[in-house]
């Protein structure tokens, strides 16, 4: 047997052995969204989910104030996809973050009322995420972008 | 026309206010804030008509929220929808049941009250009296039969006044049934008010204290020890089942309440809930207090048990092992017997004087109690020792009944046996 011979039967037998393994089809989704008042520290926790996380930066992104935040009632809402929806009252975004590790990676910064929301609330409608504020505000979400409007 | 009679029913029907949002998050919100209303509804509920509109309310809930249970089972975990209705339905059982079984005892609170405070005023007297007795005591002791007198009015009264004490218990805690833990902590909060009303712990703890001081200044019999061994194991069992409600109520009453929500069926503002930080720790401080004067009770009436078992001993003249208990006492008994079997000495004085006149006529009844000898244990030595009386019986009935037989046969040989007259000759024709 040559070596080509060799290196090609090692590499049958080695290669399927050397592929990621990955699980298909998880859903991400919480089925109701979290409402989590920010901490004194900037913190967001939701005990049900095992997450805590800052929020100055977005408090920055958002009021350009790291600390406008402390206090607030904020909309977290993970979406069948995995990306977590977050929101709140003044907003004039929603932010879609990707999870890596130990980090909110943003996704995308989804513009949304530009006089700021009020009382801004999510729903789970996969493979969506509906955003309510009042009686008539309302838009379909995907996790970059608004996909219905329905005024 | 087609168009325009289009028009007139589209462009209305689209300019109408769409109906109200609600967002999943407010309808979950809504639902558990339903559901802890009328569990607090429940936990105050003191009559079974305010329970049936309960249960009725339950219905509708479960009506208002069946279109969304499907999110509901999601959304309430670790509950479900059907689960959390069915909570609901148990608690409102549960407290029906108990606010039933409260009314049809017949007993209200009020008539409750006045029972206490009577059975109270009983003890007062008793207390009193029982200073009296406590003097006639020490000025009895010169007659032996008003000696026995006294102890036997202090004694009746000292029982008298146990009785009494567990009764205004009883009364305290018999609305609430059997099961403490399924009683609110409102309730338990009027518990622990009415015990610290009657002042029942102080008086536990001056029952037992008199006790012991009965124990110091009386001389007692044999046969007066097992009333009073039954009286302590009664008054301790009782003791340690109230020790155990005491601090059910005493915790319930100093637990915090939850953050963010009230107490449990507890009142609120500022004439509200009368939880008191140290309530738990006082109790079991209390508790301590009456647990040692309880173990000095047990202490003296053990040691006066034993200490004038171990004088008739030494009345007797009959020296046997030291005792202090149960199995110290039957080791040296059987010792003794031993001994007595061995060396052929007469067993009578042990047996018949000591045994049988005293230890089985005045002691028995103390001896076979359970922690003191114990009944299967008294009737082994008891066998024991009849055992050894049964063997010199044996002897002494053999010697009796050979020295009968030997005086009979004396008796027939001399009087039976005698010789017979001699018969007359004929006389001669």
Same mark, same amino acid.
């Given at each position: 047997?040559?070596?080509?011979?060799?290196?090609?039967?090692?590499?049958?037998?080695?290669?399927?052995?050397?592929?990621?393994? %990955?699980?298909?089809?998880?859903?991400?989704?919480?089925?109701?969204?979290?409402?989590?008042?920010?901490?004194?520290?900037? *913190?967001?926790?939701?005990?049900?989910?095992?997450?805590?996380?800052?929020?100055?930066?977005?408090?920055?992104?958002?009021?350009?104030?790291?600390?406008?935040?402390?206090?607030?009632?904020?909309?977290?809402?993970?979406?069948?996809?995995?990306?977590? =929806?977050?929101?709140?009252?003044? =907003?004039?975004? *929603?932010?879609?973050?990707?999870?890596?590790?130990?980090?909110?990676?943003?996704?995308?910064?989804?513009?949304?009322?530009?006089?700021?929301?009020?009382?801004?609330?999510?729903?789970?409608?996969?493979?969506?995420?509906?955003?309510?504020?009042?009686?008539?505000?309302?838009?379909?979400?995907? %996790?970059?972008?608004?996909?219905?409007?329905?005024? | 026309?087609?168009?325009?009679?289009?028009?007139?029913?589209?462009?209305?029907?689209?300019?109408?206010?769409?109906?109200?949002? &609600?967002?999943?998050?407010?309808?979950?919100? $809504?639902?558990?804030?339903?559901?802890?209303?009328?569990?607090?509804?429940?936990?105050?509920?003191?009559?079974? #008509?305010?329970?049936?509109?309960? &249960?009725?309310?339950?219905? &509708?809930?479960?009506?208002?929220?069946?279109?969304?249970?499907?999110?509901?089972? @999601?959304?309430?975990?670790?509950?479900?929808?059907?689960?959390?209705?069915? @909570?609901?339905?148990?608690?409102?059982?549960?407290?029906?049941?108990?606010?039933?079984? +409260?009314?049809?005892?017949?007993?209200?609170?009020?008539?409750?009250?006045?029972? +206490?405070?009577?059975?109270?005023?009983?003890?007062?007297?008793?207390?009193?009296?029982?200073?009296?007795?406590?003097?006639?005591?020490?000025?009895?002791?010169?007659?032996?039969?008003?000696?026995? #007198?006294?102890?036997? &009015?202090?004694?009746?009264?000292?029982?008298?006044?146990?009785?009494?004490?567990?009764?205004?218990?009883?009364?305290?805690?018999?609305?609430?049934?059997?099961?403490?833990?399924?009683?609110?902590?409102?309730?338990?909060?009027?518990?622990?008010?009415?015990?610290?009303?009657?002042?029942?712990?102080?008086?536990?703890?001056?029952?037992?204290?008199?006790?012991?001081?009965?124990?110091?200044?009386?001389?007692?019999?044999?046969?007066?020890?097992?009333?009073?061994?039954?009286?302590?194991?009664?008054?301790?069992?009782?003791?340690?089942?109230?020790?155990?409600?005491?601090?059910?109520?005493?915790?319930?009453?100093?637990?915090?309440?939850?953050?963010?929500?009230?107490?449990?069926?507890?009142?609120?503002?500022?004439?509200?809930?009368?939880?008191?930080?140290?309530?738990?720790?006082?109790?079991?401080?209390?508790?301590?207090?009456?647990?040692?004067?309880?173990?000095?009770?047990?202490?003296?009436?053990?040691?006066?048990?034993?200490?004038?078992?171990?004088?008739?001993?030494?009345?007797?003249?009959?020296?046997?092992?030291?005792?202090?208990?149960?199995?110290?006492?039957?080791?040296?008994?059987?010792?003794?017997?031993?001994?007595?079997?061995?060396?052929?000495?007469?067993?009578?004085?042990?047996?018949?004087?000591?045994?049988?006149?005293?230890?089985?006529?005045?002691?028995? $009844?103390?001896?076979?109690?359970?922690?003191?000898?114990?009944?299967?244990?008294?009737?082994?030595?008891?066998?024991?020792?009849?055992?050894?009386?049964?063997?010199?019986?044996?002897?002494?009935?053999?010697?009796?009944?050979?020295?009968?037989?030997?005086?009979?046969?004396?008796?027939?040989?001399?009087?039976?046996?005698?010789?017979?007259?001699?018969?007359?000759?004929?006389?001669?024709?």
């Amino acid at each position: 047997m040559t070596y080509s011979q060799w290196f090609a039967a090692a590499a049958i037998v080695c290669l399927p052995g050397c592929s990621t393994l %990955s699980l298909e089809q998880v859903d991400y989704g919480w089925p109701v969204e979290s409402v989590l008042t920010v901490s004194q520290s900037n *913190v967001i926790e939701d005990v049900r989910y095992g997450l805590r996380t800052g929020v100055g930066a977005v408090a920055q992104e958002e009021f350009q104030d790291s600390t406008a935040l402390r206090g607030a009632r904020l909309r977290l809402l993970r979406n069948t996809e995995g990306y977590y =929806f977050l929101t709140g009252p003044r =907003f004039k975004h *929603v932010y879609v973050f990707a999870a890596g590790p130990s980090t909110l990676v943003l996704n995308k910064s989804i513009p949304v009322a530009d006089a700021g929301l009020k009382s801004p609330a999510f729903n789970q409608r996969p493979p969506y995420v509906e955003l309510i504020d009042g009686d008539t505000f309302r838009r379909l979400l995907s %996790s970059d972008d608004i996909v219905e409007v329905k005024k | 026309m087609r168009r325009l009679f289009l028009l007139m029913f589209l462009v209305p029907a689209l300019s109408a206010p769409s109906p109200a949002q &609600r967002s999943d998050y407010a309808l979950k919100s $809504d639902f558990e804030q339903r559901a802890r209303t009328l569990a607090a509804r429940l936990d105050s509920a003191s009559t079974t #008509e305010g329970i049936d509109s309960v &249960r009725d309310d339950i219905a &509708r809930l479960e009506a208002d929220f069946a279109p969304h249970s499907e999110f509901l089972d @999601r959304a309430l975990y670790p509950l479900t929808f059907s689960e959390s209705v069915a @909570r609901l339905r148990a608690l409102q059982v549960l407290t029906y049941d108990r606010v039933y079984l +409260i009314r049809t005892q017949g007993l209200k609170l009020s008539e409750l009250e006045a029972r +206490i405070n009577a059975l109270t005023g009983r003890l007062d007297s008793l207390t009193a009296q029982r200073d009296q007795l406590f003097g006639e005591l020490q000025e009895s002791r010169k007659s032996l039969a008003s000696l026995r #007198e006294a102890v036997r &009015r202090l004694t009746a009264n000292l029982a008298a006044k146990d009785r009494l004490i567990f009764a205004i218990v009883d009364s305290i805690f018999l609305p609430y049934g059997k099961d403490l833990h399924q009683v609110a902590d409102v309730q338990k909060e009027a518990i622990a008010q009415r015990l610290q009303n009657a002042n029942v712990v102080t008086r536990v703890y001056e029952i037992a204290a008199d006790n012991v001081k009965f124990l110091d200044v009386t001389q007692l019999q044999g046969k007066d020890y097992a009333g009073l061994i039954d009286q302590y194991q009664a008054f301790a069992a009782r003791w340690t089942g109230l020790k155990d409600k005491m601090t059910d109520v005493a915790a319930s009453a100093a637990a915090p309440p939850a953050a963010g929500a009230p107490r449990k069926g507890a009142r609120t503002g500022a004439g509200g809930g009368s939880a008191q930080p140290g309530a738990a720790e006082s109790a079991a401080m209390q508790a301590a207090h009456v647990d040692s004067v309880l173990e000095e009770w047990h202490r003296k009436l053990i040691g006066a048990f034993w200490g004038g078992l171990r004088k008739e001993f030494t009345q007797a003249g009959i020296t046997v092992g030291d005792f202090n208990d149960g199995p110290s006492f039957a080791s040296s008994v059987r010792a003794y017997v031993a001994s007595l079997a061995a060396s052929k000495q007469d067993p009578q004085p042990f047996v018949e004087n000591l045994w049988k006149q005293k230890i089985d006529r005045d002691w028995r $009844d103390g001896l076979t109690r359970e922690g003191m000898l114990g009944r299967t244990e008294y009737a082994a030595l008891d066998r024991a020792v009849s055992e050894l009386s049964k063997e010199t019986i044996d002897a002494t009935f053999i010697a009796y009944i050979a020295g009968i037989l030997a005086i009979a046969a004396a008796v027939w040989y001399f009087v039976f046996r005698k010789k017979k007259p001699a018969v007359p000759a004929a006389p001669a024709e």
